[in-house]
């Protein structure tokens, strides 16, 4: 029988955190506000306005490239708490629609309205509904894309934006997603796209129009996959609640530090946190891996997946020494 046709919405807050400082703070209205640690020791941006990304500034560039580009930028620092509200009360909005709410992050939520709580008709009316929502009690915009799977939806809301609104149906795939970018694809690594580009396949029509065998041989599963996503299918279900797939911890030095006793006692400590938290919560995990920034900010991480799940502090902290090593 015919699978039903579902009708995904993904809505994401604009420029959350600086839109948030801006609305609290009309000094910052209307000028390039980054928000982020500090410019002066290691601070990386968090995130921006729009005013500050005409400087070609960007999240997780570090703060001191950032003040280089726009001298005249206001910092200011995160302020979780009220971040930590807003999606609050943008998750009760979204729940007014739809149960199926499936949160990624604190700005940003896939909902399946196939069969909403209110009858109303269309997918695109509940998106404007819920924008316009969100913009009377929170004073926010947000950005949001309609389709009928998770990856189109999600593309969709990062076209229009800001206070954007985007609808992709079954029969736009062609004019209106396969001229777009590989970039633009979720799961789609730089690396992955560079070497895509080299091969000609720089859009996300050429990437539907390659052999799949060619793309598996590549890429393995992942080339699989992103075939069958840039030919609009994606089976993947909006799941209300997510488990946490992973518990971590990370700190940032005031100075390099080089020296590796100096490196494991701080490993230590944050594997002991690690494990901490997962027995407080009743996890256990089996993948352990670790992260290092070095002084130019590029970064590397390094897994292994033991023979069995745990939460106890020595196997972790035995594997988490060796990948360091
Ligand atoms: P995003 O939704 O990726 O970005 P954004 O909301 O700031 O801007 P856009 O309008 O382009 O969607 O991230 C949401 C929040 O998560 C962002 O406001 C700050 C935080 N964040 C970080 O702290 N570090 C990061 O590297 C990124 C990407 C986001």
């Not at 306005?49 to 999240?59: F, L, N, Q, V």
Request: net charge neutral; aromatic share 8%; proline share 5%.
């Amino acid at each position: 029988h015919m699978e039903e046709i579902r009708k995904i919405i993904h809505i994401d807050m604009d420029a959350f955190y600086a839109s948030v400082e801006q609305r609290d703070n009309p000094e910052l209205r209307g000028k390039p506000v980054i928000v982020g640690g500090d410019p002066h020791s290691r601070g990386v941006v968090a995130t921006c306005s729009y005013e500050a990304r005409a400087y070609g500034i960007h999240s997780a560039m570090p703060a001191k490239i950032a003040q280089k580009r726009c001298p005249y930028a206001i910092f200011v620092r995160p302020r979780f708490d009220v971040y930590r509200e807003v999606s609050e009360q943008i998750r009760d909005i979204f729940h007014r629609y739809t149960d199926l709410v499936e949160p990624l992050s604190l700005d940003e939520a896939f909902l399946d309205v196939t069969n909403p709580k209110i009858p109303i008709k269309y997918a695109t009316t509940i998106a404007k509904f819920i924008k316009r929502d969100i913009l009377i009690e929170t004073g926010l915009s947000a950005s949001a894309g309609v389709s009928y799977n998770k990856f189109l939806a999600k593309l969709a809301s990062d076209l229009d934006k800001p206070d954007g609104f985007y609808c992709i149906l079954p029969e736009d795939l062609e004019q209106k997603v396969w001229p777009l970018s590989i970039r633009r694809m979720m799961g789609v690594g730089s690396k992955t796209a560079q070497m895509l580009e080299q091969m000609g396949v720089d859009t996300i029509g050429k990437l539907a129009h390659m052999d799949v065998g060619l793309l598996e041989h590549l890429l393995g599963k992942q080339g699989i996959q992103m075939h069958e996503l840039s030919n609009g299918i994606d089976g993947r279900n909006v799941e209300p609640v997510r488990e946490s797939k992973s518990v971590g911890r990370e700190t940032t030095f005031p100075q390099d530090i080089r020296e590796q006793y100096l490196l494991e006692t701080i490993l230590f400590t944050l594997a002991d946190d690690v494990c901490h938290t997962l027995r407080s919560s009743g996890l256990k995990g089996r993948t352990v891996s670790i992260k290092i920034r070095y002084p130019d900010f590029h970064s590397i991480t390094r897994a292994v997946t033991l023979d069995s799940y745990t939460s106890s502090f020595e196997p972790v902290f035995d594997a988490v020494r060796s990948l360091m090593a």
